[in-house]
């Protein structure tokens, strides 16, 4: 080999390392404080935040938390793997945020209705559906990353459980079916605006069978017999009425002391027309707040499925009587005392 030979290949050779070297210098300079940051805030959120959020008995702040955070954490994404697990529970708080505002719009539709006041009840009708499709998709988006979370391919042919290591990754599993139930429900009363694909309801039913029923208040048996409702095909042949789970359901989750089930058996007489089920399980549910012993690790759940359940009871007085349940009226759907002459509602009575 002649010098000037060799003098090229050292200059090759020490070229493709400085390219090498700067390469990686590159690399390193453009976000080493980024990447550490998303790294500490994610293991933060998981390890402290979550299990703080869930403790707390205020869902409008949570879903506050929800919608101010999610953007922050997750663009940490950019620079580190993107945070699944939180960024699920966080989408999900979003999306009760979106919902609040529907249920408020609905409201609006309803006593307008009520009044007879058309435009204005035309109007408020339009803003519920919008604001549901911006729920659905808010949901969506929590239940993909649920998923994707515990690399749980809810498509895939050969079905195996995802491995889930304490009550916190249970819990936001079972969340993430949930919402993506909820996705769907709210597609539908949005008119098909957000596209939330149908096919994730048995998907939703088959991975339910992962999780202990007892132990999270029948809630993965919920959310199976609601998919028994929407598909009928999907139910088992043994399985037994749909109702009658939901039922039961509701009951073991007085006993667990996190009531989800209730609100999705309400969900489910609104859906499918069951006035005599909606009262029943409101009904229910207020009896029980003077005995249920809830489940403090996750108060919030508890607290929102009390709000959905007041809002089913708001909906059915708005739409008969113009206003909201009054207080003292949680848990009937009339004005009328039971065995006793009908009474007169004065302003004390709805303050």
Known sequence: MNSSLVKSFGRLRN?????????????????????????VLSNYSEGEATPYVMQMSDPKMACALGEGVDPLLYSFSRVTDAPESTGSLLMLLAANCSEYKAWEAELDY??????????????AREKAKRLN???????YIAYQRAMAAYDFDPAAEEFECPFLFDDQEELTFLLGLLTGMQAIVNDANSGAMAGVPRNI?????????????????????AIRSMVWLLLPDTQPSLAPDPWKVLEDSSRLGVEAGIRASMALEAVAAETFGRPEVLEDVIARFAEAE???????????????????????SDKHWTANYGYRTPRTYFGRMSPERVGEEPETMDLDDLL
């Open 15 to 39: 070229s493709g390392v400085a390219l090498l070297v700067l390469t990686l210098l590159a690399g390193c300079s453009a976000n080493p404080i980024y990447t550490t940051t998303g790294v």
């Open 110 to 123: 309803l006593r307008a209705d009520f009044a007879g006041e058309v435009p204005s009840a035309k109007d």
């Open 133 to 139: 499709a911006e729920t659905a998709k808010r949901r």
């Open 201 to 221: 309801a048995p998907q939703a039913e088959r991975a339910a069978t992962c999780l202990d029923n007892e132990k999270w208040g029948g809630l993965p048996n």
């Open 290 to 312: 003077n005995r249920i012993n809830v489940w403090s690790e996750f108060r919030l759940v508890d607290e929102v499925a009390g709000d959905a359940i007041r809002f089913s």
